[in-house]
């Protein structure tokens, strides 16, 4: 097994449940910089520099509780609180994100485009200078790690997180309406359209002769319709991806179906026409441009994912209101806020949802010590794991 496939995993799972946080905040209208206090705190503590450094250590996968766990003390630990039906409904709906960005991606390479596109939305996410320093020092060991890799060490990262979820089927109604996903869980994988970067376009056969020199070309009608590969995206800090898995399914596709500049195929297009710039090394003020730029990407709701979302806030207990607190309900519909059961509280320092006691987790018990967005200068012993360490960031 793959040693390189944990900082993948990681990293999309934390980009879908930033997507899932995020577009609540917007949806609930609350306070601009209160909902940037609630990215910058999650992003601070899931791209705490020691914490990556540990993460990218070659490693095998964790078991699914030990990275629910995982999860779970990222997300208790700076600003949110969530019992545990509603930390398992939200990892659900992550985990199947994932599953099919890497199940239907048409090479093992476009692994990479998908985890920087999570990168660049946790970049957009990151409006302090300390939290955006996080991140893009995270980018940097990404590509250091990942982007000299060959395809066969990709396919066998590609191989390893497809064995993780390869069980798991769960429903979201997001796939089931645009037919991505059967009524069993299963994802519909289409035939046709572009094929994979390197590759040729189906319906010839080569004939070779003794010296290696082409003498016969044969051709013959492929069984659906393939047409070139598209660009392959960059693998630079900024730069266009190329594809859209990665990107946020919980946004709007489009604000105005009239409006072009927001419809999906110009979207698609725009990501060949970026400034040249693109690529090179970016100070804090041209980046802060290019975020704006990718607002495109995930503009307002527009209810993209309402049902999963409604009923992570069903499984949401009650907590009262201060004069330091504002309330967020993880469904669209204001009239459901009214329900003492769909409550979610913001403080100005933490989100409170009341529920059932977490079940205790004894083979994880180190977890779950406290986690905070400082700097600590506790030293490290050279064998402590992922789990480990989160008790002393």
Do not use: W
């Not at 390479?109 to 996080?134: E, K, M, W």
């Not at 289409?190 to 082409?214: A, C, L, T």
């Amino acid at each position: 097994m793959t040693l390189r496939a944990l900082p993948l995993q990681f990293l999309n799972l934390g980009g879908e449940m930033m997507y899932i946080i995020d577009q609540r905040l917007r949806a609930q209208n609350i306070p601009p910089e209160k909902a940037a206090k609630v990215r910058n705190d999650i992003i601070g503590i899931m791209l705490n520099r020691r914490f990556v450094e540990e993460l990218f250590k070659p490693q095998e996968l964790y078991s699914r509780s030990a990275l629910r766990t995982v999860f779970d003390k990222l997300a208790h630990g700076s600003v949110m609180r969530l019992n545990t039906p509603s930390m398992d409904k939200l990892f659900d709906l992550m985990v199947m994100a994932v599953k099919q960005q890497v199940l239907i991606c048409p090479q093992p390479g476009d692994l990479l485009l998908i985890t920087l596109n999570h990168l660049d939305a946790i970049r957009y996410y990151a409006s302090a200078p300390p939290v955006l320093a996080q991140v893009e020092a995270t980018v940097h060991l990404f590509r250091k790690i990942y982007c000299n890799m060959s395809l066969g060490e990709l396919a066998d990262v590609r191989r390893a997180l497809l064995e993780f979820v390869q069980d798991i089927h769960i429903r979201v109604s997001v796939f089931l309406k645009d037919k991505k996903q059967t009524p069993t869980g299963a994802f519909v994988i289409n035939s046709g359209g572009p094929v994979p970067h390197g590759s040729e376009v189906s319906g010839s056969i080569r004939v070779f002769d003794g010296n290696g020199e082409v003498f016969n070309i044969l051709r013959f009608t492929p069984g659906d319709y393939y047409s070139a590969p598209i660009p392959y995206g960059s693998l630079e800090l900024v730069g266009p991806r190329g594809t859209l898995l990665g990107t946020n399914m919980y946004a709007s596709p489009s604000l105005d179906e009239d409006n072009d500049a927001n419809n999906l195929q110009a979207r698609q297009a725009d990501m060949y026409n970026l400034p040249t710039t693109y690529g090179q090394t970016q100070s804090y003020e041209q980046m802060k441009n290019y975020r704006s730029s990718y607002d495109i990407y995930r503009e307002a709701a527009d209810g993209r994912g309402r049902e999963e979302l409604n009923l992570l806030a069903q499984l949401i207990g009650t907590s009262s209101v201060t004069n330091k607190e504002f309330k967020l309900n993880l469904f669209q519909n204001d009239e459901e806020a009214s329900n003492d059961q769909d409550g979610m509280i913001l403080t100005n320092e933490f989100i409170t949802i009341e529920g059932a006691m977490r079940g205790s987790r004894p083979e994880l018990g180190q977890i779950m010590g406290e986690l905070t967005l400082q700097e600590n200068e506790a030293e490290v012993d050279k064998g402590q794991d992922l789990l480990d360490l989160m008790d002393s960031v």
